[in-house]
């Protein structure tokens, strides 16, 4: 077999320098720090080899020197290294990373898929809902001076603690003038039902003595009839009759007038009566100043009318303030809820009493639980300052929201970490049965 001209082969791939013998199974690579002298010494061997004497016959003499017996510099620059990684190795490497992959991205999206079809379908959720308070906003009753705060921001108070005071001494005045009014007007009150008294009195002694005259007309009747028989049998002057008959008169004549008086008496009752009628209407124009009068006097007392916190204090120590003044606010912290709006498309589920849990982005990832409390009759664009009115132009359709009131449970609400205004994630769980919100055991 001819062997070629050269005793061995070199190659070079990246920073690897290959030498191998002719018909030689492939070299190992080498790494070399010096590619340039490697070549030079590989060439200078080369050149050498072509000068040799040619052996009898004319067949050029195979170079059999193995690569370690190479020259001076060439092996001093060589180093052996791995063994490199078979190209077919490196492929099933390749394909066993994208099948594990794809396993796992089938595996990934399989999980969610039975996820969502039990539960996720199910949840309507919406990250457009903040958390919200009864607040009561105090202003001014009465106009004067504020005398004292007895309060500071973020303070808690009780429904009927006094938070401010005003100046009260001309309300004080004015409640005692109306207490005098209200006093005279009982005296001329009593002195009329005095009046009444007396008539009615009058009109008993009277009644009475009218009692007497019956009893003396009836004797002075009866003595006239027998002055008459007398006179008929002839054994009575006529002076006896005449004065039976006087004595009948005259007992006649004050029955009348004693009817008379009565008469008078109960007419004169019947104005008094009228009077009074007159002073007791006066009395009660009266006491009504009087508990207008108090009633301002105690308005100079600034009182909390719920339990909560007080916020957004204004009020100062010695401001005037009139009515209406603001002068601070109190959140009743018992009564927290979650307002979520949800949109139109989202309500097709949405029941009163179905279970909520809610995120607030204060508290991380901490979950809380509540419950559906009521839907709002309309949607908020309906209830804003200035609803919009599509029959004037163009026309865009806009996905509406409808505001979702949720109870949280007792529990949350007496922790007293929730604020109004914080930001909520609420989702609503539709597949479960709807429970009737225990809003009482919330809001107070």
Avoid at 390 to 414: E, H, M, W, Y
Wanted: aromatic fraction near 4%; charge should be positive.
């Amino acid at each position: 077999m001819p062997t070629e001209p050269f005793g061995s082969i070199l190659s070079i791939k990246g920073n690897v320098l290959c030498v191998k013998d002719h018909e030689a199974a492939p070299c190992p690579r080498l790494a070399f720090r010096n590619t340039t002298s490697v070549l030079d010494s590989s060439a200078a061997k080369s050149d050498a080899s072509l000068h040799e004497p040619a052996v009898p016959g004319g067949a050029p003499v195979a170079e059999t020197a193995q690569p370690t017996r190479s020259a001076g510099p060439a092996k001093a620059a060589v180093a052996p290294a791995a063994p490199a990684t078979p190209p077919a190795r490196r492929g099933t490497g390749r394909k066993r990373i994208l099948a594990l992959i794809a396993l796992a991205a089938v595996a990934t999206g399989g999980w969610y898929g039975m996820d969502w079809w039990t539960t996720g379908r199910f949840i309507v959720s919406t990250d457009d809902a903040y958390v919200r308070a009864d607040t009561t906003i105090l202003a001014a009753k009465a106009s004067g001076y504020v005398t004292e705060v007895l309060v500071r921001d973020n303070s808690a108070v009780k429904a009927g603690e006094i938070l401010a005071k005003i100046d009260d001494g001309d309300y004080r005045l004015a409640v005692e003038a109306a207490a005098a009014k209200v006093a005279t007007q009982d005296a001329v009150l009593a002195r009329v039902d005095a009046q009444i008294a007396a008539q009615q009195t009058a009109v008993q002694q009277v009644r009475a003595q009218l009692g007497v005259y019956e009893v003396d007309i009836q004797r002075t009747t009866a003595a006239l009839a027998r002055a008459q028989q007398l006179i008929r049998n002839e054994f009575a002057s006529q002076a006896a009759l005449d004065t039976a008959k006087a004595d009948r008169d005259r007992i006649l004549a004050q029955v009348e007038q004693a009817k008379a008086g009565v008469a008078s008496a109960e007419a004169q009752i019947g104005v008094l009566n009228g009077q009074r009628a007159e002073a007791e209407a006066q009395k009660v124009e009266l006491a009504n100043a009087l508990a207008r009068a108090r009633r301002d006097l105690d308005f100079t007392l600034v009182r909390s009318p719920v339990d909560g916190v007080v916020g957004n204090r204004a009020v100062q120590v010695g401001q005037f303030v009139q009515p209406g003044t603001r002068l601070l606010a109190v959140v009743a912290t018992a009564s927290i809820y979650v307002e979520a709006n949800l949109k139109e498309t989202q309500l097709a589920r949405v029941r009163p009493g179905e279970p909520v849990t809610l995120k607030v982005d204060a508290f991380g990832e901490q979950t809380l639980t509540g419950r559906v409390e009521s839907i709002a009759p309309a949607s908020g664009a309906t209830f804003s300052l200035l609803p919009p009115e599509n029959a004037t132009g163009n026309f865009t359709k806009i996905v509406q929201r409808i505001p979702v009131r949720i109870v949280l449970d007792p529990q949350t609400v007496a922790s007293g970490r929730l604020r109004p205004g914080m930001s909520v994630v609420v989702s609503i769980r539709t597949d479960r049965e709807a429970e009737p919100a225990r809003l009482g055991q919330v809001s107070r």
